[in-house]
């Protein structure tokens, strides 16, 4: 039995029916751990890919697993719901076919059990059911499967937390009813206190879960931040794992894009020198989320916006801007850029110190968050105005060729409009070959 | 008779003269009274026109003066209007600068205080100093703490190791692997290989990873579990000789809380506390902690006469006057004096609590 493993499967591609028959027979044995072994492999075969897991589906195992779970042994209950779990995980059609032969009870049983193994293994098959649409998510919830996972997280075993947390993660993402029942059961306050433990793919999982919350609506997000993450979470953004930096602001960024309020909070706590620390040591798709928040903040008022400049937030965003080769996380530093610039002069101007309207030029991409930045710039500030002109700026817009009538078009207008009407001419394309032809027409007046 | 005659041929005269003296004197009469009425009517008329002037010339004046009348009425008014005008213009203008001056201080206070502004932002500022500061500190503290942890891993490698090639300690005839003769001096290696503890036999069964589940179920089991040794009896035992109690009986004794006996649940003091208890109560309940005196002089004037026991000059008798115990503190082995103990006695202190149905009528 051990011998089925998946590479020799691999070999035989049309064998799955075979082995399906001779599998299923073997489920019913007397001797338990000959059951166990064959359980064990039918999972493993379910999770190479999802063509066998479909064999699986059809072949009518599920309803004889999901039968014998109930009486079964632990070693008999993992392997089982790793088989669920196998099968789930390939495409939301599977899943549905595992919710259809009744196997949520079942595992919401397993999930009540003694052995920590066990109900790692339940809540894990759970979670993947769970993360493919809001329909699973709401049967999962249906089966009473939340507040069990809520007991799951509080239990002692690193991996068990790290699975209920995940699962808790999966399910509320999906709507803010969902949210509102993970809610519900209590678990913000104990996903809060995981927040200190030391191990990293818990943080990981614990901050997506808050951060899933915390996205649907004001109320979610005021009850996270009512759980007094700030500022513990700070401290989540100096961890020396990526992706729970990524997740410590991707949960910061969810709480302040709602109010002004939460921003507030976050700016008074200290929170938008810390992400921009953390945008700082980052390189890439981690540091997006980070980039997204500072924009957030600055769009709700000028004065959240006067914060994030006095907090150095600028040379780095010009950084960003400078440094990543890929072109969304462009797009939005420079939206970001353009929420803060588009106050005030003031704001404008500090924006425009550190040269980087020039590389927002020359990001054609994004061009329209630029040309917001700059129709809102130039009419306010004549040193800006300078700026633009010395650094180029100006040639290039005449360069671009836009058709007329776009909003492009009306861009370039309002920036010419800023302009005398000689200087537009001089820097337009061809007007040195205007020069020359009136050289030519011009007969010189001979006495 | 003969005037008679005259008379008659006069009468035909005076007939006549009659009648031709009253015509023409008619025809005068009507003519005189068509003048005299012509006259009386033109005096008739030019007096009504004097009149008629005169009560033009009055009602001119009456006019006049009613005319002024209603003129300088009209122009009060008007002078009234304009006044009002010119006042309330004077009151708007004074209530717009006090609008202006009140809506820049409401804004600059309120709506958008520079001030306040600038120190939130250099506390802003400050904060995210503290913050980064914070964090920094943390960053190097785990990274410090990594880093000794690290070290204390490998030490403890090395020592394992060094424990484990123990054997390979030079002796007096032989120098050790790590203690070559042409070296000046032996290596750490050879410091360390002596200050090691051989290993024993024991360890490596000792050492053998008991299987995760087995001990994580033991572990995470909730707290009404038995108590855990690290090796659990062999299952092919003989089963225990029955009849067991029922099984939540057994829990339920186990764990039952605690219920001490009046005896222990009383504390030591506690007539001393009852004391202190009732004197509070008291200081509570009384408005003010004066004894209430009698009113009357009456017993200032006594004298007191004190007995002969007491007036005598070698003091007062010893025995019925003095506690049983002597009352010198100075002479006392322990600090503290006796404390006042209530015995109980636990008669029922076990009714009804005990395991065994003894004694229990069924």
Not at chain 1, 65 to 72: D, F, G, I, K, M
Not at chain 1, 113 to 119: A, S, T
Not at chain 1, 344 to 356: G, K, L, Q, S
Not at chain 2, 254 to 273: D, H, Q
């Amino acid at each position: 039995m051990h011998s089925l493993t998946k590479d020799q499967l691999l070999w035989i591609p049309n064998g799955q029916a075979g082995v399906m028959s001779l599998l299923r027979p073997l489920l019913l044995d007397v001797v338990p751990t000959i059951q166990q072994t064959a359980a064990l492999a039918l999972g493993r075969l379910a999770n190479y890919n999802d063509d066998l897991a479909e064999a699986v589906v059809k072949g009518d195992i599920l309803p004889q697993l999901v039968y014998s779970l109930a009486e079964q042994n632990r070693f008999y209950k993992k392997a089982a719901a790793f088989v669920l779990r196998a099968v789930a995980k390939h495409s939301p059609q599977l899943a549905q076919a595992i919710v259809d032969c009744g196997a949520l009870d079942t595992l919401v049983i397993c999930l009540e059990d003694f052995d920590p193994g066990v109900k790692e293994s339940a809540a894990w098959a759970l979670g993947y059911i769970a993360r493919h649409n809001a329909e699973l998510s709401q049967a999962v919830v249906d089966a009473g499967a939340v507040p069990l996972l809520v007991l799951c997280i509080q239990e002692p075993e690193i991996a068990l937390k790290r699975i209920a947390a995940s699962d808790l993660s999966d399910i509320s993402k999906h709507s803010p009813e969902l949210a509102q029942t993970v809610v519900d059961a209590g678990a913000i306050a104990h996903l809060a206190q995981m927040i200190l433990n030391p191990d990293a793919k818990l943080k990981r999982q614990v901050l997506s879960a808050l951060s899933q919350i915390a996205k649907h609506s004001v109320d979610l997000a005021e009850m996270v931040v009512e759980a007094e993450i700030f500022p513990v979470v700070l401290t989540c953004l100096k961890d020396k794992d990526e992706y729970v930096k990524k997740n410590a602001s991707t949960l910061i960024r969810e709480i302040a894009k709602h109010t002004p309020e939460l921003s507030q909070l976050i700016v008074n706590a200290g929170g938008v020198a810390a992400v921009i620390d953390c945008i700082g040591s980052c390189k890439g798709n981690i540091r997006l989320p980070g980039i997204m928040m500072l924009g957030y903040v600055a769009a709700h008022s000028e004065n959240l916006a006067m914060a994030v400049i006095i907090s150095k937030g600028v040379p780095q965003l010009s950084a960003c801007l400078s440094e990543e080769p890929e072109d969304h996380i462009k797009a939005a530093t420079a939206w970001a850029l353009a929420q803060i610039g588009r106050h005030t002069p003031e704001h404008a101007r500090a924006v425009a110190v550190t040269n980087i309207l020039p590389v927002l030029l020359s990001l054609y991409m994004s061009a329209e968050s630029s040309e917001d930045l700059q129709v809102k710039v130039l009419p306010h500030d004549s040193k800006a105005r300078r700026l633009f002109v010395t650094s180029g700026g100006l040639k290039k817009v005449q360069e671009i060729k836009a058709e007329p009538g776009s909003l492009l078009q009306e861009y370039i207008n309002s920036i010419n409009n800023c302009y005398p009407e000689e200087i537009v001419r001089y820097y337009s394309p061809g007007y040195s070959d205007t020069l020359l032809q009136r050289v030519d027409s011009y007969q010189p007046l001979t006495n | 008779m003969a005037s008679l005659a005259r008379l008659q041929a006069r009468s035909a005269l005076l007939g006549h003269q009659y009648y031709f003296r009253n015509s023409v004197v008619d025809a005068f009469r009507k003519k005189e009274n068509e003048a005299a009425g012509k006259i009386q009517s033109w005096f008739r008329g030019c007096q009504v026109r004097t009149y008629i002037r005169y009560l033009h010339r009055v009602v001119t004046v009456i006019q006049k003066w009613w005319r002024s009348y209603l003129g300088k009425k009209c122009y009060q008014n008007k002078i009234k209007l304009a006044y009002h005008d010119m006042k309330m213009n004077i009151y708007n203008a004074m209530a717009v600068r006090i609008q202006k001056r009140w809506r820049g201080y409401k804004v600059r206070k309120y709506g958008f205080n520079y001030y306040y502004f600038k120190e939130y932002l250099r506390a802003i500022s400050e904060t995210n100093d503290a913050v980064r500061e914070a964090l920094d500190d943390f960053a190097d503290m785990r990274e410090r703490e990594e880093k000794k942890a690290d070290l204390e891993r490998e030490e403890k490698k090395r020592d394992y190791a060094a424990r484990k090639m123990h054997y390979l300690l030079s002796t007096k005839q032989i120098p050790g692997v790590y203690n070559s003769p042409f070296r000046k001096e032996p290596d750490p290696w050879e410091l360390r290989l002596q200050k090691a503890k051989p290993l024993t036999h024991q360890r490596p069964k000792a050492r053998k990873k008991r299987p995760h589940s087995l001990s994580s179920w033991l572990a995470c089991t909730s707290t009404r579990s038995f108590p855990r040794s690290h090796t659990l009896p062999p299952i092919d035992r003989k089963q225990c000789q029955g009849p067991f109690r029922d099984v939540s009986d057994v829990l339920k004794q186990r764990y039952k809380p605690l219920e001490p006996t009046m005896r222990v649940a009383e504390p030591i003091n506690s007539l001393k506390e009852a004391r202190i208890e009732f004197r509070r109560l008291e200081l509570s309940r009384n408005v003010q902690e004066n004894m209430f005196l009698p009113f009357s002089s009456y017993h200032k004037k006594e004298r007191y006469i004190p007995s002969i026991h007491l007036s005598s000059k070698y003091g007062p008798d010893a025995y019925g006057y003095h506690r049983f115990r002597d009352e010198s503190p100075n002479k006392w082995i322990g600090g503290k004096d006796f404390q006042t103990i209530l015995p109980s006695f636990d008669l029922f202190s076990k009714y009804g609590k005990s395991y065994s149905k003894a004694g229990q009528i069924l």
